[in-house]
């Protein structure tokens, strides 16, 4: 499944981005997905899992400020961030997830988001 994220970009510390992640060729309705994010030179690390049931988990460093959400209508995988601190400065990839869930799709290109203080 080739997949892209977009929506990054810098806001200030308490701001809000919406992250989104679509798929040309496969329905993403018809898999598991997540959303990872990677600090530079550390390994990517998922943040938010969504079942192709909607069954939704996060990490304890993001639940609370970010949302995921699927529309399937529109083949979209979104990730709402709010409350944003500098620490959630990193580039966010979204892939789709074995049954183990970890990653099991090729990393397409992510999005950086940046955040000031």
């Known amino acids: 499944v080739q997949l892209q994220a977009s929506g990054g970009g810098l806001v200030q510390a308490g701001g809000s981005l919406r992250l989104s992640c679509s798929s040309s060729?496969?329905?993403?309705?018809?898999?598991?997905m997540g959303w990872y994010r990677q600090y530079p030179g550390k390994q990517r690390d998922l943040v938010a899992t969504i079942s192709r049931y909607g069954a939704i988990n996060y990490d304890d460093s993001v639940k609370g400020r970010f949302t995921i959400s699927r529309d399937n209508a529109k083949n979209t995988v979104y990730l709402q961030l709010s409350s944003l601190k500098p620490e959630d400065t990193a580039v966010y990839y979204c892939n789709t997830l074995s049954e183990y869930y970890t990653a099991s799709s090729s990393w397409g290109q992510g999005t950086q988001v940046t955040v000031s203080s």
């Open positions: 060729g496969s329905t993403i309705s018809d898999y598991d």
